[in-house]
């Protein structure tokens, strides 16, 4: 694994990031089941896959609680209510007001 350092800017993006990361290795997941190699725990490409998709998995998550451990560190200067219909950003189709962006 890499080593750590903070996500900069929105953690929403990090994730779609990710996943479509991930969603890049689905042809390659569907060649090696065709050819039965999720099957065969020895097969090298197989086991190569699974090694590389687990460590960006766990990387990912790192990287978020690590994120997440830092912010929660730091004081936030106003914490408004986003069920609070007076708020700003409130949508009543949704009946909430979207997250604040990251900083």
């Known amino acids: 694994m890499p080593t750590t350092a903070p996500l900069p800017g929105d953690l929403f993006d990090h994730v779609i990031g ?9 042809e390659h997941v569907y060649v090696l089941e065709k050819r039965g190699a999720l099957d065969n725990p020895k097969d ?5 896959l699974v090694y590389k998709t687990a460590s960006a998995g766990a990387t990912m998550l790192r990287d978020m609680i690590d994120r997440a451990w830092r912010e929660a560190a730091t004081t936030r200067p106003e914490v408004v209510d986003p069920l609070d219909p007076n708020n700003e950003d409130f949508d009543p189709e949704t009946g909430s007001a979207p997250p604040p962006k990251a900083r």
């Open 18 to 26: 990710f996943l479509n990361r991930s969603g890049d290795q689905m």
């Open 44 to 48: 090298k490409d197989a086991r190569r």
